[in-house]
């Protein structure tokens, strides 16, 4: 049994509609046993905007684009041909190209299609999805053969300024190095010690911990998806590829279930005119974090893009390792289940 551990923090606050008296209004600390950090769960939605931003103004092309298709040829290089035959990798519209940015040993960004500057989160469909993540996970499977040092994979993303991203044409990143993530030692450690004492695996055993639960979203292809528990942030939800523990081991079927299961969430965000959002998805090496171990999708939104929308990383989430939740994850989860 994985412990989901919950404490009341027991908060007293004067109520408004009974002249300022105070009482106890919902509040509670959880942990997440994975990652480790705490969350608290406040009551009552804040960051939700009312009404859909208006995205007119900053994705509306107004000069150069290096991810459009006018350009990409001049503007981006050719992987070297050693690594990747040819020089390039493609699928479908989507296109992936080496970063100028170097954040990790070997990385590429993946454009989920160059003839179109913006995507709104209902244009990323099932297809702009899984051709992607299927472009994506080609390169890092000739990335990870051509390095034997290589053995920590990652494909993640950031979409609209309030995220991180700097460019607004969407697309998708990813990393390989010899070392892990923070996130990835931590499941290397959680994993392994968890494989140890149960000989089963930690995400198995969360699935089906929590399947049919409060926090159950539901199955697409070989993922099961849910909320977490103790979110890192709003809007959040994991989804678990079962029977694989590393992204470069990843089938096609795979790909495909996990595309749909984000083309359905990405769906709900817009219909609660949420924004930006950040993804990451994360594996293993084979071996490592116990024979249970599995890849990890998160997926997580951000401030909405508004001008002066306010930010969703306070002190609680920068300098008191505490997330600071205002939607609880039954409720969100109630949502997702009507579209899985
Ligand atoms: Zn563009």
New binding site residues.
Partial sequence: MIPLVEVDLEAMAPKLTEGGAFSETPLVQRVDPLFGHSCRIVAGAKLQPEQAPNLEEITT?KGF?P??ADTIDSATFPFPDEIIPGGRISKGACRVVPNILAYSTYSAVGIYDPGR?FLSLGDFTFEVLSNALSAMAEHGRLVRSYDSRLSYSSINANYLPSSGSSLI?PHLQSSHDFVPFGSQRRMKEVFGQYFEDNQTGYLDDLVRQERNGPRWVGSTGGVDFLVPFAPSGFHEVWGVVSGVSDIVELTEDQIEGLASGIEKILGVYQDKHLSAFNYSLQGLPQGEGGEGSKVLYRITTRSSVEAYYRSDITYFERLCAEPMIDYSPEVWASELVAVF
């Fill in positions: 092309r684009c991810f459009c500057h044409h």
